[in-house]
């Protein structure tokens, strides 16, 4: 079992900035890719960043210029630094990591969601 515990998330006033963390643990071998998703009211949840275990990065266009994702790969955690804020990014943030286990079968796990709200 992958588990993930996020943290970092608050009430920030516009312009503001804040910082997601995301720290795997658990039973498996190796991690592909960690990314981050979001959750508005009433909106599906969509995707906002991904990083590689290469590091290859990937953004959604929305974000692009504001966020950073990075990743400590002695401590399987991946970070979301949120510089910028708008209130169009209050949503609640979800952690998603994906790998391998030890039974070699594949793994996708998701966080519980952390709250980021931006006031205007």
């Known amino acids: 079992q992958v588990q993930l515990v996020e943290s970092g998330g608050g009430l920030v006033q516009t312009g503001g900035s804040l910082r997601l963390s995301c720290a795997a643990s658990g039973s498996f071998v190796s991690i592909a890719a960690m990314g981050w998703y979001r959750q508005a009211p009433e909106k599906q949840r969509e995707f906002v960043a991904r990083?590689?275990?290469?590091?290859?990065?990937n953004y959604t266009d929305s974000v692009k210029g504001r966020f950073i994702i990075s990743k400590d790969d002695a401590t399987n955690t991946v970070y979301l630094q949120m510089n910028s804020l708008k209130p169009e990014d209050t949503a609640v943030y979800y952690c998603n990591v994906n790998g391998r286990r030890l039974s070699l079968r594949n793994f996708d796990s998701w966080g519980q969601g952390t709250q980021v709200t931006v006031s205007s």
């Open positions: 990083i590689s275990s290469s590091g290859n990065t």
